[in-house]
């Protein structure tokens, strides 16, 4: 009941009740944003983009779903409408040559924590991180991911095994360097 008052306020146009849904989701919904983004500015513009369509949009919310859900799906088409802009996804990348660029950070814990594995996930070149976090973070299927990034199914599977192949390669190195 509270969150039907609150969208209906902020439909209305009460900048208080907007700030609150801002406060309410930008926490979870920035972390999104980080998955798809390079670095944290461009996670900030996402944000905000998407935060602006919200309420452009949220007449249209019916609450069928979550309203955490629906403006989740926001920012990741944020997201993905930047990246299409940018012209950064590749169909096809060759592996070897993203071995050599991953960084390590100068601080490695005993362990992998989210937040080492979400700047992990933000290394990976821009085709494989789309697809894995469509994939696995969205629950899309390949047929779905390569409908909405313009690629073929095949490349989807392709990208995702090659993002996963990377990210565990990462992962040994930095358990190996932790102990």
Same mark, same amino acid.
């Given at each position: 009941?509270?969150?039907?008052?609150?969208?209906?306020? #902020?439909?209305?146009?009460?900048?208080?009740?907007?700030?609150?849904?801002?406060?309410?989701?930008?926490?979870?919904?920035?972390?999104? #944003?980080?998955?798809?983004?390079?670095?944290?500015?461009?996670?900030?513009?996402?944000?905000?983009?998407?935060?602006?369509?919200?309420?452009?949009?949220?007449?249209?919310?019916?609450?069928?779903?979550?309203?955490e859900g629906w403006i989740r799906k926001?920012?990741?088409?944020?997201?993905?409408?930047?990246?299409?802009?940018?012209?950064?996804?590749?169909?096809?990348?060759?592996?070897?040559?993203?071995?050599?660029?991953?960084?390590?950070?100068?601080?490695?814990?005993?362990?992998?924590?989210?937040?080492?594995?979400?700047?992990?996930?933000?290394?990976?070149?821009p085709a494989y991180k789309m697809v894995?976090?469509?994939?696995?973070?969205?629950?899309?299927?390949?047929?779905?991911?390569?409908?909405?990034?313009?690629?073929?199914?095949?490349?989807?599977?392709?990208?995702?095994?090659?993002?996963?192949t990377l990210l565990k390669k990462y992962?040994?190195?930095?358990?190996?360097?932790?102990?």
């Amino acid at each position: 009941m509270i969150e039907a008052n609150l969208i209906k306020n #902020c439909i209305a146009g009460d900048r208080h009740s907007q700030s609150a849904l801002y406060a309410m989701f930008a926490p979870k919904m920035f972390v999104v #944003c980080l998955r798809y983004s390079r670095n944290r500015e461009e996670a900030e513009e996402i944000l905000q983009e998407g935060f602006l369509k919200t309420f452009q949009f949220l007449h249209q919310f019916k609450e069928e779903g979550s309203l955490e859900g629906w403006i989740r799906k926001i920012m990741v088409n944020c997201a993905l409408q930047k990246l299409r802009s940018k012209r950064q996804l590749t169909s096809v990348l060759n592996i070897e040559s993203y071995e050599n660029e991953f960084v390590l950070p100068d601080s490695i814990e005993e362990r992998v924590s989210s937040k080492d594995l979400l700047q992990i996930i933000m290394l990976l070149p821009p085709a494989y991180k789309m697809v894995f976090n469509l994939y696995v973070f969205e629950g899309y299927k390949h047929r779905e991911i390569a409908e909405i990034l313009g690629i073929s199914e095949g490349t989807s599977k392709s990208n995702l095994s090659d993002a996963r192949t990377l990210l565990k390669k990462y992962i040994n190195k930095e358990t190996l360097i932790a102990k």
